[in-house]
Structure formats: C-alpha cells, structure tokens
C-alpha cells in the first residue's frame, strides 16, 4: 500500500493528535536493511539508524533490530512498521544479508526463509525468481550502489532478503492462489503505506488476472467474499487459480479486465453489495457507498408488490430487510433477478466489451439467489 505524494514531514507522525499514522512497505524497510549490511561489510560498522532515499525524492531512517558479520558476509534487518494500516506483515522481521559476488555480477538476488518463490507466469518477475518486485529491487540495487560509489568499488553483491515466519504470514494472503510459494513478497512502489489506501489489495487482483492469463485460464471469478467464492467455484466448476479475492473492489476488477481482456468473467456478491453496484457504486465498501434502500423499495414497486410492502421496504434499514419483506410477499426471486441485471448492466459498460460477463447473487448461507448472464 503505497501513496505518491506523502512528504517525509508527513511520515509516521498524528498532526495534532488526529489522522492515521503512515508507516514503511517491506521494500523500504529491505532496502534499509541491505543498505545497513553492504555499509558494514564495506567498513565494518553498521550505521545505526540507516538512511535511505525512497522514491520521489523521500528520505527516511530506520533502526536496526539486529546486526552481524563474519568472512561470509553482513546481515542486518529491520522491524516493519506498517503505521495504522491494518497490514498482515506489521511487525514482520525483514532480514537481509548482504554478501560479495563474482566480478561483473551487479546486484544478484536471492530468496531466504520467508520470502516466495514465482512459480507462474505473469506476475512482475518470472518463474524461478525471488517474489521481489521490480520497484525494491531498483531501490535495494541504487542504494548499494551508492554504498559502492562511497567506498570506490563496483557494486557485485548477493542480496538474500528473508522475512522468519513470512511462510505462515503468506497463507494469509493471495501468494499460494497467485503461485509464489514458500512465503511474502517483497513489495512497495514509494515505500511508503497509506493506511487503509489498499493499494496491496487492489495489486492481489492485478495479479490474479494477470497469472490467469499467462496460464491460459479462459473464465475468471471475482468475489467480494469466502462464501460467495466458494458459491461461484462450485457453480461454474472453477480451479484456484480462476478465482479473484475482489472484496469491495468491483471498480478495480472492471477496470483492470477492461485493460487486460479475458474470454469470460464472472462477478459473485451478496444482495446488499450487488445492490450497490446495480446502483452504479463502484466501491462496495460500506464507509465508501451504501445501500440505495428506496431505489429497492422502488424495484419493488415496479414489480407490483403491495403499497404496504412498499412502505416496509422504504423503512427497512438494510438490504437484508428488503429482501425479507420482497421474499414474504412472493417476489424475492423476481427482486435478485433484477438486482443482478442491474449489477450486469453496469459492470458491462465499464468493461466496455472486454469479457463475457455473468452474475451470481449469494445468499449468506452460499445458496444462488440469482444467475444472470450468458
């Protein structure tokens, strides 16, 4: 989760008391570390805090959780601090050992314990190689050779990052589904966490299109959530690797496929957060769009439920409630079918033609309420 703009002053800090504090993505903090350990097995101390320039000219300095060297090379690591951002490797240790190569070698990378392998194609960085991403290694890469340039040698080092216990960290994440086996990837564009911005999030389901892809999957899933993912697995008879975690995120998925074309899509939801999208919401998360209860009060009526079902869905304070009265009055299925349509009409014009699409509307318990599409 990163942001383009943040300024250093703006960093790890609540102005005034309020606000979400920023923190630092696993990039940052291994390219502190990496800068820490070449510095060390250069000249033999560790510099303690480490500075380094991030991205768009940010400069920030990080603590040392540990240190150490010997004839194989240096070591140091750093602690994550994510900020307020509720980030699965907040205080994950992330580790990197720096040591000399062959002449001519540049800056080689390495995976160590915790940090995943790439296994498919299309992800950022190919089969075989560490799940570094582009971004920290560039930035890992110009800070040694920096380090380099201050002690007159050429830069040809080693550099295995490794983050303990990022194998049990990465079940919590899209890694096994995307192919990256054995731990976390290493990530971040600026360095810098938002909180709450979701921008791993929205990257997790850049990705999964982009495997799928690569892997020849023709029909790709997107969910909000475990149960309408399974409901859709189950219904469309689909691998792992064809489903997407979207969440709240429709907007982000359609955009992306629209970008990036696949034959077939499919997107599974509950009634509420469907609702939402019929309406036009882009973001389903509930402090970013809500449930538009008399447009579903009005579906209602056009389906020609009775004036007095009409006035309990207008005062119903859920989506849930809508459809419990609808279902009573013998038109629930009738309300998820147009819901759905709505969902397809909407989602279709932001693909713009770019994949078959179909709807599938799923109860809390994982039942099809509704399926729309080819």
């Known amino acids: 989760m990163t942001d383009d703009s943040v300024h250093e002053d703006q960093t790890n800090s609540r102005p005034n008391g309020a606000g979400l504090r920023r923190g630092w993505t696993t990039g940052a903090c291994a390219t502190a570390a990496a800068k820490a350990a070449y510095e060390a097995l250069l ?11 991030l991205p768009r000219g940010l400069r920030a300095e990080f ?8 004839e194989r090379g240096a070591t140091a690591a750093v602690i994550k601090d994510a900020g307020d951002d509720p980030d699965v490797t907040h205080g994950a240790k992330v580790v990197c050992t720096v040591a000399p190569g062959p002449a001519g070698s540049g800056v080689r990378f390495a995976a160590g314990p915790g940090v995943g392998t790439v296994t498919l194609p299309g992800l950022p960085v190919p089969p075989g190689e560490p799940a570094i991403n582009p971004k920290p290694r560039e930035m890992i890469s110009a800070a040694l050779e920096e380090v380099a340039g201050d002690h007159g040698v050429e830069c040809d080092v080693r550099v295995t990052v490794s983050i303990p216990g990022g194998d049990v960290l990465a079940e919590k994440t899209a890694n096994p589904r995307l192919g990256i086996v054995g731990g976390l990837s290493v990530l971040g564009t600026t360095g810098v966490v938002i909180p709450y911005s979701c921008a ?11 495997v799928a892809r690569a892997t020849g999957i023709t029909h790709v899933a997107a969910a909000t959530g475990r149960t309408s993912e399974a409901a859709v697995q189950t219904f469309h008879d689909l691998g792992e690797r064809a489903l997407i975690d979207m969440g709240d995120f429709a907007g982000a998925t359609l955009k992306y496929v629209r970008a990036h074309p696949v034959p077939r899509l499919t997107l599974a939801g509950g009634f ?21 209860i008399p447009a579903l009060a009005q579906r209602l009526a056009d389906l020609g439920a009775a004036s007095a079902d009409i006035r309990a869905a207008a005062e119903s304070v859920t989506a849930g409630g809508v459809l419990e009265i609808a279902t009573n009055a013998g038109f629930g299925q009738a309300l998820c079918d147009g819901v759905a349509r709505g969902a397809r009409e909407v989602s279709m014009a932001s693909l713009g033609g770019a994949a078959d699409l179909d709807i599938l509307i799923v109860a809390r318990d994982g039942r099809v309420l509704a399926h729309v599409g080819p």
């Open 43 to 53: 000249g033999g101390r560790f510099p303690d805090p480490v500075a380094i320039r």
């Open 63 to 70: 603590p040392l959780a540990e240190s150490s060297l010997d």
């Open 200 to 210: 791993s999030w929205v990257h997790s389901i850049h990705r999964a299109v982009d």
């Open 272 to 292: 509420g957060k469907l609702s939402k999208l019929a309406a036009g919401h882009m973001d389903l998360h509930s402090s970013r769009s809500a449930v538009d």
